[in-house]
């Protein structure tokens, strides 16, 4: 019994991590409206909806004795899937690279048509029915798991080539949780089919660890990429505007430049090359010329030169 009281105390400190989490995303995004932010608070968001899912699957199961049946583990596979959908999302903000848009967006088309079909076959078949269905569910979450660490692992090799460390780690970290959440409740299906019950379904009780680690994590790196980000911008502002990073943040402000062509700017002002930008942001050349272009339309400027005068402040020097 003390176990359990344990494991529902896990559950209320995993809720109150989500919280957290999701005031910091908020409150970050209040300060600064980006798409990293949009992503935080949605995807804490989707961490709060499944770790009340596994509270009360865990208080029905052990305090009051009702034990889940499968369409109860098919609705808690369905969720996670959409917790994967937006760690998907949340990832394509934290590491932006063009050559995984298309992957991107066919993981997450098929991750919104697994949770669409699931939950209407949930809803309107009867339990007997799954079990002539096993064959189905089997294929469609190998498929699932499979384009879901395609995506990540893509992700993972950018950010440790880049030598993002702290990107690098974080989504090794929710990735491989995810992942075991995932199967552990595919391994609580099979339990509800072959029968190995107990010994099976044992992996479910310790899913709030993992839930728990996710956030903590979450917390930690939202806080420190968002909320600091935005306090460090409003003491730049305040303390010196005429530093590299507040000129460029100014002139970002002023000419309404999207965060990617704020990158640019930036290896722009270090002197960098097409190609050499190219390789550092794992892009085309074709795209880089692209945002230049871009660059150069809203700044109104006709070259690099004219960029560098612009964060320098020197405008009358820009024809």
Not at 280 to 291: D, G, I, Q, R, Y
Request: with cysteine.
């Amino acid at each position: 019994m003390f176990v359990n009281e344990v494991i529902l105390i896990c559950y209320v400190a995993g809720l109150l991590l989500g919280v957290s989490g999701l005031t910091v995303a908020f409150l970050a995004g209040r300060k600064k409206k980006d798409a990293l932010n949009d992503a935080f608070v949605l995807f804490f968001a989707g961490m709060l909806v499944i770790c009340c899912y596994d509270m009360i699957i865990y208080y029905c199961d052990y305090v009051i004795g009702v034990l889940s049946n499968l369409k109860v583990l098919r609705i808690g596979n369905c969720i996670i899937a959409g917790t994967m959908l937006l760690w998907v999302n949340l990832q394509s903000c934290i590491l932006e690279r063009e050559a995984l848009k298309l992957l991107d967006g066919l993981v997450k088309k098929y991750l919104v048509f697994y949770i669409a079909m699931w939950m209407l076959l949930t809803v309107f078949l009867r339990i007997e029915h799954f079990y002539t269905l096993k064959w189905l569910l089997l294929a469609t979450d190998v498929i699932l798991i499979v384009a879901f660490m395609a995506s990540a692992v893509a992700r993972i090799i950018y950010a440790a080539a880049a030598g993002m460390k702290i990107e690098l780690y974080y989504m090794i970290l929710v990735t491989a949780m995810l992942l075991w959440n995932y199967i552990s409740y595919f391994w609580g299906e099979t339990s509800v089919y072959w029968g190995n019950s107990r010994f099976i379904r044992e992996p479910l009780d310790l899913t709030i660890v993992f839930w728990l680690i996710i956030n903590a994590g979450s917390l930690f790196f939202a806080y420190h990429k968002t909320f600091i980000t935005v306090l460090d911008r409003e003491e730049d502002g305040m303390s010196d505007r005429r530093t590299l990073k507040g000129r460029i943040n100014d002139v970002c402000e002023q000419y309404k430049l999207t965060p990617r062509e704020r990158e640019l700017m930036e290896l722009i002002y270090a002197g960098m090359s097409n190609k050499e930008i190219a390789e550092t942001l794992f892009l085309s050349e074709s795209t880089v010329k692209t945002h230049i272009y871009n660059i150069f339309r809203k700044l109104e400027v006709k070259n690099r030169v004219g960029v560098i005068c612009i964060i320098n402040g020197d405008t009358d020097k820009t024809e």
